[in-house]
Protein backbone atom coordinates (compact mmCIF):
# COMPACT_ATOMS: atom_id res chain seq x y z
CA UNK A 1 0.00 0.00 0.00
CA UNK A 2 1.54 3.37 -0.94
CA UNK A 3 0.52 7.14 -0.52
CA UNK A 4 -2.37 8.12 -2.41
CA UNK A 5 -1.35 9.59 -5.90
CA UNK A 6 -2.43 13.88 -6.09
CA UNK A 7 -4.16 14.71 -9.24
CA UNK A 8 -1.75 16.35 -11.68
CA UNK A 9 -0.85 20.15 -10.49
CA UNK A 10 -2.67 19.71 -7.15
CA UNK A 11 -0.52 18.30 -4.07
CA UNK A 12 -2.88 15.67 -1.99
CA UNK A 13 -4.97 17.61 0.80
CA UNK A 14 -3.64 16.53 4.31
CA UNK A 15 -5.52 16.89 7.79
CA UNK A 16 -3.76 16.62 10.91
CA UNK A 17 -4.89 15.47 14.09
CA UNK A 18 -2.09 15.78 17.07
CA UNK A 19 -2.23 16.06 20.79
CA UNK A 20 -4.61 13.37 21.24
CA UNK A 21 -4.56 10.06 22.56
CA UNK A 22 -4.25 7.23 20.05
CA UNK A 23 -5.09 3.54 20.31
CA UNK A 24 -4.22 2.37 17.02
CA UNK A 25 -5.79 -1.56 16.92
CA UNK A 26 -2.99 -3.02 15.28
CA UNK A 27 -2.06 -6.44 15.86
CA UNK A 28 0.08 -5.06 19.15
CA UNK A 29 -2.45 -2.99 20.25
CA UNK A 30 -0.01 -0.23 19.98
CA UNK A 31 -0.98 3.22 22.22
CA UNK A 32 0.09 6.72 21.91
CA UNK A 33 -0.63 9.09 25.10
CA UNK A 34 0.02 11.95 22.93
CA UNK A 35 0.27 11.30 19.51
CA UNK A 36 -0.58 12.34 16.04
CA UNK A 37 -2.20 10.77 13.38
CA UNK A 38 -1.81 12.40 9.20
CA UNK A 39 -4.21 11.94 6.98
CA UNK A 40 -3.71 12.29 3.19
CA UNK A 41 -6.23 11.79 0.77
CA UNK A 42 -8.12 9.18 1.45
CA UNK A 43 -5.29 7.28 3.18
CA UNK A 44 -3.43 7.53 6.72
CA UNK A 45 -0.36 8.37 5.88
CA UNK A 46 1.39 8.38 9.27
CA UNK A 47 0.52 7.78 13.20
CA UNK A 48 3.02 7.79 15.63
CA UNK A 49 3.92 9.65 19.41
CA UNK A 50 4.31 13.26 19.73
CA UNK A 51 3.41 15.43 17.41
CA UNK A 52 3.10 15.63 13.46
CA UNK A 53 5.91 16.02 11.37
CA UNK A 54 7.32 19.18 10.79
CA UNK A 55 7.26 20.31 6.71
CA UNK A 56 4.65 18.48 5.95
CA UNK A 57 2.95 20.38 2.97
CA UNK A 58 -0.58 20.70 1.40
CA UNK A 59 -2.34 20.51 5.07
CA UNK A 60 -5.57 22.49 4.42
CA UNK A 61 -6.71 21.07 8.40
CA UNK A 62 -5.16 21.23 11.67
CA UNK A 63 -6.80 19.69 14.39
CA UNK A 64 -5.97 19.94 17.79
CA UNK A 65 -7.05 16.45 19.51
CA UNK A 66 -5.74 17.85 23.36
CA UNK A 67 -8.45 15.91 25.96
CA UNK A 68 -9.35 13.30 23.24
CA UNK A 69 -8.92 9.60 22.15
CA UNK A 70 -8.15 8.61 18.29
CA UNK A 71 -9.59 5.57 17.40
CA UNK A 72 -10.29 3.67 13.92
CA UNK A 73 -13.91 4.05 13.24
CA UNK A 74 -16.55 1.82 14.49
CA UNK A 75 -17.50 -1.41 11.74
CA UNK A 76 -21.08 -2.48 12.43
CA UNK A 77 -21.60 -5.81 11.20
CA UNK A 78 -25.29 -6.72 11.42
CA UNK A 79 -28.49 -4.88 11.21
CA UNK A 80 -31.57 -4.43 8.96
CA UNK A 81 -32.12 -0.81 8.58
CA UNK A 82 -36.22 -1.09 7.54
CA UNK A 83 -36.92 -2.32 11.17
CA UNK A 84 -35.83 1.67 12.52
CA UNK A 85 -40.31 1.90 11.47
CA UNK A 86 -40.77 -0.75 13.87
CA UNK A 87 -39.42 -0.26 17.29
CA UNK A 88 -41.04 -0.43 20.38
CA UNK A 89 -43.03 -3.11 19.31
CA UNK A 90 -43.89 -6.89 20.45
CA UNK A 91 -41.58 -5.21 23.39
CA UNK A 92 -41.66 -9.11 26.04
CA UNK A 93 -41.31 -11.47 23.37
CA UNK A 94 -39.05 -14.15 22.19
CA UNK A 95 -37.26 -14.09 18.79
CA UNK A 96 -40.07 -16.53 17.08
CA UNK A 97 -42.91 -14.84 18.94
CA UNK A 98 -41.76 -11.55 17.95
CA UNK A 99 -40.64 -12.19 14.34
CA UNK A 100 -43.99 -13.69 14.32
CA UNK A 101 -45.76 -10.46 15.19
CA UNK A 102 -43.93 -8.33 13.25
CA UNK A 103 -43.65 -9.84 9.65
CA UNK A 104 -47.34 -8.92 8.68
CA UNK A 105 -46.18 -5.24 8.69
CA UNK A 106 -42.80 -5.57 7.72
CA UNK A 107 -44.45 -7.26 4.38
CA UNK A 108 -46.58 -4.20 3.65
CA UNK A 109 -43.02 -1.81 3.29
CA UNK A 110 -41.78 0.27 0.20
CA UNK A 111 -39.31 2.21 -1.40
CA UNK A 112 -39.57 5.14 0.48
CA UNK A 113 -39.88 3.83 3.77
CA UNK A 114 -36.82 1.83 3.25
CA UNK A 115 -35.11 5.18 2.26
CA UNK A 116 -36.34 6.53 5.26
CA UNK A 117 -35.49 3.91 7.81
CA UNK A 118 -31.95 3.79 7.00
CA UNK A 119 -31.46 7.11 6.85
CA UNK A 120 -32.33 6.86 10.02
CA UNK A 121 -30.28 3.93 10.91
CA UNK A 122 -27.24 5.42 9.35
CA UNK A 123 -27.80 8.89 10.76
CA UNK A 124 -27.86 7.28 14.68
CA UNK A 125 -24.51 4.97 13.76
CA UNK A 126 -22.68 7.58 12.60
CA UNK A 127 -23.51 10.26 15.02
CA UNK A 128 -22.16 7.22 17.14
CA UNK A 129 -18.27 6.81 15.54
CA UNK A 130 -19.85 4.04 12.78
CA UNK A 131 -17.78 4.20 9.22
CA UNK A 132 -18.52 1.19 8.09
CA UNK A 133 -22.31 -0.44 7.98
CA UNK A 134 -23.49 -3.52 7.01
CA UNK A 135 -27.42 -4.16 6.33
CA UNK A 136 -28.82 -7.20 6.16
CA UNK A 137 -32.09 -6.79 3.88
CA UNK A 138 -34.12 -9.90 3.53
CA UNK A 139 -38.11 -8.67 3.30
CA UNK A 140 -39.16 -8.15 -0.37
CA UNK A 141 -42.84 -7.65 -1.14
CA UNK A 142 -44.04 -7.96 -4.59
CA UNK A 143 -44.00 -4.29 -6.04
CA UNK A 144 -42.53 -2.57 -3.56
CA UNK A 145 -39.65 -1.08 -5.79
CA UNK A 146 -36.10 -0.96 -5.30
CA UNK A 147 -35.48 -1.21 -1.39
CA UNK A 148 -31.93 -2.37 -1.80
CA UNK A 149 -31.24 0.99 -4.29
CA UNK A 150 -33.28 2.79 -1.79
CA UNK A 151 -30.54 2.09 1.16
CA UNK A 152 -27.77 2.52 -0.88
CA UNK A 153 -29.38 6.13 -1.96
CA UNK A 154 -29.40 6.26 1.86
CA UNK A 155 -26.07 5.77 2.56
CA UNK A 156 -24.06 7.63 -0.16
CA UNK A 157 -26.26 10.77 1.68
CA UNK A 158 -24.83 9.92 5.02
CA UNK A 159 -21.26 9.53 3.49
CA UNK A 160 -20.69 6.12 4.97
CA UNK A 161 -19.09 2.90 4.39
CA UNK A 162 -21.27 0.32 3.01
CA UNK A 163 -21.39 -3.29 2.92
CA UNK A 164 -25.69 -4.22 2.18
CA UNK A 165 -26.15 -7.58 1.62
CA UNK A 166 -29.24 -9.01 -0.59
CA UNK A 167 -30.82 -11.15 1.94
CA UNK A 168 -34.32 -13.51 0.85
CA UNK A 169 -36.84 -16.09 2.51
CA UNK A 170 -38.04 -18.73 0.61
CA UNK A 171 -39.66 -20.81 2.85
CA UNK A 172 -43.21 -19.91 4.17
CA UNK A 173 -45.68 -21.26 6.66
CA UNK A 174 -46.94 -23.28 4.57
CA UNK A 175 -43.99 -25.47 3.58
CA UNK A 176 -43.07 -25.42 7.32
CA UNK A 177 -40.73 -22.41 7.66
CA UNK A 178 -41.75 -19.90 9.98
CA UNK A 179 -42.17 -16.80 8.05
CA UNK A 180 -46.04 -16.93 6.63
CA UNK A 181 -46.16 -17.14 2.55
CA UNK A 182 -47.14 -13.55 1.62
CA UNK A 183 -43.75 -12.47 3.21
CA UNK A 184 -41.04 -14.81 1.07
CA UNK A 185 -40.04 -14.99 -2.35
CA UNK A 186 -39.72 -17.98 -4.41
CA UNK A 187 -36.46 -19.55 -4.87
CA UNK A 188 -35.33 -18.70 -8.16
CA UNK A 189 -36.82 -14.84 -7.99
CA UNK A 190 -34.21 -14.47 -5.21
CA UNK A 191 -31.45 -15.59 -6.76
CA UNK A 192 -31.80 -13.66 -10.35
CA UNK A 193 -32.32 -10.73 -7.61
CA UNK A 194 -29.37 -11.57 -5.77
CA UNK A 195 -27.22 -11.55 -8.41
CA UNK A 196 -28.44 -8.70 -10.06
CA UNK A 197 -27.38 -6.55 -7.03
CA UNK A 198 -24.04 -7.87 -7.41
CA UNK A 199 -23.78 -6.81 -10.66
CA UNK A 200 -25.43 -3.83 -10.11
CA UNK A 201 -23.73 -2.06 -7.38
CA UNK A 202 -20.26 -4.32 -5.95
CA UNK A 203 -17.37 -2.64 -5.87
CA UNK A 204 -14.28 -4.90 -5.47
CA UNK A 205 -11.24 -1.73 -5.20
CA UNK A 206 -9.26 -1.40 -2.03
CA UNK A 207 -11.10 2.03 -0.85
CA UNK A 208 -14.66 0.96 -1.73
CA UNK A 209 -17.39 2.17 -0.51
CA UNK A 210 -20.05 -0.64 -1.35
CA UNK A 211 -19.77 -3.99 -1.49
CA UNK A 212 -22.31 -6.57 -1.78
CA UNK A 213 -22.88 -9.74 0.03
CA UNK A 214 -25.23 -12.55 -0.14
CA UNK A 215 -27.64 -13.15 3.15
CA UNK A 216 -30.63 -15.70 2.72
CA UNK A 217 -32.07 -14.97 5.64
CA UNK A 218 -31.85 -18.06 8.45
CA UNK A 219 -32.51 -22.07 8.61
CA UNK A 220 -35.84 -21.74 9.50
CA UNK A 221 -36.75 -18.75 6.60
CA UNK A 222 -35.01 -20.27 3.62
CA UNK A 223 -35.01 -23.30 1.79
CA UNK A 224 -31.62 -25.94 1.44
CA UNK A 225 -31.68 -25.45 -2.06
CA UNK A 226 -31.42 -21.65 -1.48
CA UNK A 227 -28.62 -21.74 0.99
CA UNK A 228 -26.61 -24.13 -1.49
CA UNK A 229 -27.15 -22.54 -4.79
CA UNK A 230 -26.41 -18.81 -2.42
CA UNK A 231 -23.34 -20.35 -1.63
CA UNK A 232 -22.17 -21.34 -5.11
CA UNK A 233 -23.62 -17.78 -6.37
CA UNK A 234 -21.71 -15.92 -3.80
CA UNK A 235 -18.37 -17.75 -4.58
CA UNK A 236 -18.82 -17.48 -8.60
CA UNK A 237 -18.83 -13.79 -8.27
CA UNK A 238 -16.30 -13.36 -4.99
CA UNK A 239 -18.50 -11.81 -2.72
CA UNK A 240 -19.11 -12.90 0.78
CA UNK A 241 -21.74 -14.72 2.39
CA UNK A 242 -23.94 -13.56 5.57
CA UNK A 243 -27.24 -14.99 7.75
CA UNK A 244 -28.57 -15.49 11.00
CA UNK A 245 -26.94 -18.92 12.96
CA UNK A 246 -28.00 -20.27 16.53
CA UNK A 247 -29.49 -17.55 17.31
CA UNK A 248 -31.82 -19.29 20.02
CA UNK A 249 -32.89 -22.55 21.44
CA UNK A 250 -36.10 -22.36 19.37
CA UNK A 251 -33.87 -22.44 16.29
CA UNK A 252 -31.44 -25.09 17.19
CA UNK A 253 -34.61 -27.38 18.27
CA UNK A 254 -35.78 -26.54 14.59
CA UNK A 255 -33.13 -27.83 12.81
CA UNK A 256 -32.51 -30.76 14.72
CA UNK A 257 -36.77 -31.50 13.66
CA UNK A 258 -36.07 -30.78 10.16
CA UNK A 259 -32.50 -31.74 9.34
CA UNK A 260 -31.36 -33.91 12.12
CA UNK A 261 -28.23 -31.73 13.00
CA UNK A 262 -27.50 -28.94 15.03
CA UNK A 263 -27.38 -25.22 12.71
CA UNK A 264 -23.69 -25.42 12.53
CA UNK A 265 -23.25 -29.22 11.49
CA UNK A 266 -26.61 -27.95 9.04
CA UNK A 267 -24.63 -24.74 8.04
CA UNK A 268 -21.28 -26.77 7.32
CA UNK A 269 -23.14 -29.12 5.07
CA UNK A 270 -24.53 -26.75 2.81
CA UNK A 271 -21.24 -25.13 2.25
CA UNK A 272 -21.51 -22.13 4.96
CA UNK A 273 -18.42 -22.61 6.71
CA UNK A 274 -15.41 -20.64 5.35
CA UNK A 275 -13.18 -17.94 5.31
CA UNK A 276 -16.10 -15.37 3.27
CA UNK A 277 -18.57 -16.14 5.82
CA UNK A 278 -20.03 -14.40 8.71
CA UNK A 279 -23.09 -14.79 10.35
CA UNK A 280 -24.57 -12.79 13.20
CA UNK A 281 -25.70 -14.11 16.98
CA UNK A 282 -24.01 -17.66 17.01
CA UNK A 283 -25.54 -17.60 20.72
CA UNK A 284 -26.00 -21.30 20.94
CA UNK A 285 -22.83 -22.74 19.98
CA UNK A 286 -20.98 -26.20 21.63
CA UNK A 287 -17.11 -26.67 21.60
CA UNK A 288 -16.74 -28.43 18.57
CA UNK A 289 -19.20 -25.60 16.15
CA UNK A 290 -16.73 -23.13 17.46
CA UNK A 291 -13.58 -25.07 16.45
CA UNK A 292 -15.59 -25.86 13.24
CA UNK A 293 -15.74 -21.53 12.64
CA UNK A 294 -12.09 -21.19 14.17
CA UNK A 295 -11.16 -24.34 11.56
CA UNK A 296 -13.21 -22.52 8.76
CA UNK A 297 -12.29 -19.12 9.65
CA UNK A 298 -15.91 -18.17 9.54
CA UNK A 299 -16.67 -14.84 11.33
CA UNK A 300 -19.25 -14.05 13.94
CA UNK A 301 -21.04 -10.83 13.81
CA UNK A 302 -22.01 -10.52 18.16
CA UNK A 303 -25.10 -8.22 19.22
CA UNK A 304 -24.99 -8.19 22.85
CA UNK A 305 -28.17 -5.85 23.28
CA UNK A 306 -30.49 -7.22 20.54
CA UNK A 307 -29.47 -10.99 22.20
CA UNK A 308 -30.38 -9.78 25.47
CA UNK A 309 -33.71 -8.12 24.43
CA UNK A 310 -35.12 -11.00 22.90
CA UNK A 311 -33.83 -13.01 25.83
CA UNK A 312 -31.71 -15.68 23.17
CA UNK A 313 -28.73 -15.93 25.60
CA UNK A 314 -25.17 -14.88 25.35
CA UNK A 315 -22.82 -15.90 22.76
CA UNK A 316 -19.16 -18.01 24.06
CA UNK A 317 -17.53 -14.89 22.65
CA UNK A 318 -14.29 -15.31 24.74
CA UNK A 319 -14.33 -18.86 24.06
CA UNK A 320 -14.69 -17.83 20.01
CA UNK A 321 -11.63 -15.34 20.84
CA UNK A 322 -9.21 -17.71 22.51
CA UNK A 323 -10.55 -20.44 19.37
CA UNK A 324 -8.95 -17.85 17.32
CA UNK A 325 -12.59 -16.83 15.39
CA UNK A 326 -12.66 -13.79 13.92
CA UNK A 327 -15.94 -11.62 15.90
CA UNK A 328 -17.25 -8.24 14.89
CA UNK A 329 -20.03 -6.68 16.88
CA UNK A 330 -23.65 -5.63 15.94
CA UNK A 331 -26.39 -3.53 16.58
CA UNK A 332 -28.96 -5.87 15.13
CA UNK A 333 -32.37 -4.23 13.29
CA UNK A 334 -33.54 -1.60 15.73
CA UNK A 335 -36.70 -3.57 16.49
CA UNK A 336 -34.81 -5.92 18.57
CA UNK A 337 -32.79 -3.18 20.08
CA UNK A 338 -34.65 0.56 19.65
CA UNK A 339 -31.53 2.13 20.64
CA UNK A 340 -29.97 1.53 17.17
CA UNK A 341 -25.85 2.62 18.09
CA UNK A 342 -22.88 0.57 18.20
CA UNK A 343 -20.39 2.33 20.66
CA UNK A 344 -22.81 1.83 23.26
CA UNK A 345 -22.63 -2.12 22.72
CA UNK A 346 -18.86 -2.04 23.57
CA UNK A 347 -20.04 -1.22 26.84
CA UNK A 348 -22.59 -3.66 26.58
CA UNK A 349 -20.37 -6.68 25.30
CA UNK A 350 -17.88 -6.18 28.14
CA UNK A 351 -20.82 -5.71 30.86
CA UNK A 352 -22.76 -9.21 29.27
CA UNK A 353 -19.37 -11.26 29.46
CA UNK A 354 -18.29 -10.51 32.13
CA UNK A 355 -21.65 -11.44 34.19
CA UNK A 356 -21.30 -14.62 32.17
CA UNK A 357 -18.03 -15.25 32.42
CA UNK A 358 -16.14 -13.65 35.18
CA UNK A 359 -14.37 -10.44 35.68
CA UNK A 360 -11.40 -11.37 33.26
CA UNK A 361 -13.84 -12.61 30.58
CA UNK A 362 -13.74 -9.27 28.39
CA UNK A 363 -11.80 -6.39 28.77
CA UNK A 364 -11.71 -2.74 27.56
CA UNK A 365 -9.09 -3.29 24.87
CA UNK A 366 -11.25 -6.55 23.74
CA UNK A 367 -14.54 -4.77 23.65
CA UNK A 368 -12.69 -1.63 21.64
CA UNK A 369 -11.03 -4.44 19.24
CA UNK A 370 -14.47 -6.24 18.24
CA UNK A 371 -16.06 -2.93 17.20
CA UNK A 372 -13.34 -2.19 14.96
CA UNK A 373 -10.62 -4.18 13.58
CA UNK A 374 -12.89 -7.42 14.65
CA UNK A 375 -15.45 -6.12 12.29
CA UNK A 376 -13.54 -5.08 9.47
CA UNK A 377 -12.34 -8.96 9.61
CA UNK A 378 -15.68 -10.45 9.60
CA UNK A 379 -16.49 -8.07 6.79
CA UNK A 380 -13.04 -9.30 4.61
CA UNK A 381 -11.79 -6.03 5.10
CA UNK A 382 -8.80 -5.95 7.58
CA UNK A 383 -6.51 -5.00 4.94
CA UNK A 384 -8.37 -1.99 4.22
CA UNK A 385 -9.81 -0.76 7.36
CA UNK A 386 -10.08 -1.16 11.42
CA UNK A 387 -7.02 0.35 12.62
CA UNK A 388 -5.04 3.10 12.36
CA UNK A 389 -2.03 2.26 10.80
CA UNK A 390 -0.04 3.91 7.06
CA UNK A 391 -1.70 2.98 4.01
CA UNK A 392 -4.83 1.67 5.63
CA UNK A 393 -8.11 4.10 4.40
CA UNK A 394 -8.80 7.03 6.90
CA UNK A 395 -11.91 5.82 8.32
CA UNK A 396 -11.35 7.44 12.25
CA UNK A 397 -13.05 8.56 15.29
CA UNK A 398 -11.90 11.77 17.55
CA UNK A 399 -13.95 11.30 20.75
CA UNK A 400 -14.12 13.84 23.28
CA UNK A 401 -12.77 12.64 26.75
CA UNK A 402 -12.41 15.65 28.79
CA UNK A 403 -15.74 16.51 29.65
CA UNK A 404 -18.16 15.60 32.46
CA UNK A 405 -18.67 12.28 31.65
CA UNK A 406 -14.97 11.10 31.32
CA UNK A 407 -12.36 14.00 32.56
CA UNK A 408 -11.96 11.87 35.91
CA UNK A 409 -10.78 8.26 33.97
CA UNK A 410 -6.61 8.47 33.18
CA UNK A 411 -7.12 5.45 30.55
CA UNK A 412 -8.49 6.64 27.82
CA UNK A 413 -9.62 3.72 26.18
CA UNK A 414 -11.30 2.52 29.79
CA UNK A 415 -12.94 5.67 29.37
CA UNK A 416 -14.75 5.23 26.02
CA UNK A 417 -15.51 1.26 26.58
CA UNK A 418 -16.28 1.99 30.20
CA UNK A 419 -18.07 5.48 30.54
CA UNK A 420 -20.95 7.04 29.22
CA UNK A 421 -21.25 7.47 25.57
CA UNK A 422 -18.15 9.74 24.73
CA UNK A 423 -19.10 12.76 22.53
CA UNK A 424 -17.59 12.85 18.95
CA UNK A 425 -15.43 15.89 17.86
CA UNK A 426 -14.97 14.53 14.36
CA UNK A 427 -15.44 11.03 12.70
CA UNK A 428 -13.53 11.19 8.92
CA UNK A 429 -14.98 8.50 6.46
CA UNK A 430 -12.33 8.15 2.95
CA UNK A 431 -10.63 11.14 4.78
CA UNK A 432 -14.11 12.87 4.66
CA UNK A 433 -15.61 14.48 7.88
CA UNK A 434 -19.15 13.12 8.45
CA UNK A 435 -19.63 13.95 11.89
CA UNK A 436 -18.11 17.65 13.12
CA UNK A 437 -18.78 18.81 16.98
CA UNK A 438 -21.46 16.02 17.31
CA UNK A 439 -23.51 16.81 14.47
CA UNK A 440 -23.73 15.15 11.22
CA UNK A 441 -22.52 17.07 7.95
CA UNK A 442 -23.81 15.69 5.54
CA UNK A 443 -27.99 14.89 6.19
CA UNK A 444 -29.67 17.52 8.58
CA UNK A 445 -30.82 15.63 12.20
CA UNK A 446 -34.10 16.77 12.49
CA UNK A 447 -35.18 15.96 8.70
CA UNK A 448 -33.90 12.55 8.60
CA UNK A 449 -35.83 12.29 12.38
CA UNK A 450 -39.20 13.41 10.92
CA UNK A 451 -39.29 11.50 8.17
CA UNK A 452 -38.66 8.21 9.63
CA UNK A 453 -41.75 9.43 11.87
CA UNK A 454 -43.83 9.97 9.26
CA UNK A 455 -42.77 6.94 7.06
CA UNK A 456 -43.33 4.91 10.24
CA UNK A 457 -46.66 6.40 10.81
CA UNK A 458 -47.46 5.70 7.35
CA UNK A 459 -46.40 1.88 7.42
CA UNK A 460 -48.60 1.45 10.41
CA UNK A 461 -51.96 2.70 9.15
CA UNK A 462 -51.09 0.57 5.70
CA UNK A 463 -50.51 -2.23 8.00
CA UNK A 464 -53.62 -1.82 10.37
CA UNK A 465 -55.78 -1.83 6.74
CA UNK A 466 -55.28 -5.25 6.18
ZN1 LIG B 1 -30.63 -9.89 12.62
Redesign the pocket.
Known sequence: MSAPEAPPGRPVERTVIEHCAVATVDADDTEYTSGHVVVAGNRIESVGEGPAPRGLTGVARRIDGSGHLLTPGLVNT???FYQWLTRGLAQDANLFDWLVALYPTWARIDEPMVHAAARGSLAMMVRGGVTTAAD?HYVFPRGSGDLLGAEIRAARELGVRFNPTRGSMDLGESDGGLPPDFAVESTEEALIATEEAIDTHHDPSFDSMLRIGVAPCSPFSVTTELLRSAAELARRKGVRLHT?GS?TVEEERFCRERFGMGPTDYFESTGWLGGDVWM??CVHMNDSDIEAFARTGTGVGH?PS?NARLAAGTARVPDMLRAGVPVGL?V??TA?NEAGELHTELRNALLVHRLAGGEKALGPRQALRLGTYGGAQVLGRAEEIGSVEPGKLADLALWRLDGLGHSTIEDPVAALTLGAPAPLTLLLVDGRPVVEEGRLTTVDEEEVASGARDEARRLSRIAAQR
Open positions: HHHHHEAHCSGDGS
